[in-house]
């Protein structure tokens, strides 16, 4: 199921709910990419978005961070660490699964033999990819960037 953006997501800053915005759809994309062997050639494409954009997205929110004085940016920082390492080892999973069945661009010529192997590695990988995905935005959002809001809120005024 979607994850679709709600308002009380919003930490108050433009740029980092529109960060927020463009993460939930990657997410989105991903889970669509997990949905059938037709579309799993797609998952290496849109998790190594959502790597790059999440590096380049934790690294405006700790500078707006450090920029207002947020007094919680050292465990910030520290969550967005162990976050990154998640997904740098999850994508390197990713690539060793996809070079097991012959690379990306092989993945769209599907017989019986490669939809099993399809389905048992959308079955092994789509669990961890969905629960990250709602543990990673939704509970990361929620729990530790929209407490942020007040020093936004006030730093803009």
């Not at 050639?41 to 998790?47: I, K, Q, V, Y």
């Not at 390197?92 to 069945?101: D, I, P, S, T, W």
């Not at 048992?120 to 990361?140: D, F, K, S, T």
Request: aromatic share 8%; net charge negative; charged share 25%.
């Amino acid at each position: 199921m979607p994850v679709v953006w709600r308002e009380q997501l919003a930490v108050g800053d433009p740029q980092i709910d529109q960060d927020h915005r463009y993460l939930l759809c990657l997410f989105n994309c991903i889970e669509l990419s997990l949905s059938s062997a037709e579309t799993l050639g797609h998952l290496p494409l849109f998790f190594g978005q959502l790597l790059e954009y999440t590096c380049e997205h934790f690294q405006r929110e700790e500078a707006l961070q450090a920029r207002v004085g947020y007094p919680a940016l050292a465990e910030h920082r520290s969550a967005h660490a162990r976050i990154v390492e998640m997904l740098v080892e999850l994508d390197g999973g990713l690539q060793r699964e996809f070079a097991l069945l012959g690379g990306v661009e092989n993945v769209a010529v599907i017989d019986g033999t490669r939809r099993a192997a399809l389905d048992a590695l959308r079955a092994r990988l789509g669990p961890e990819l969905l629960q990250l995905a709602r543990e990673w935005v939704i509970e990361h959002v929620i729990r530790m960037d929209k407490p942020m809001e007040p020093w936004l809120r006030r730093a803009a005024c």
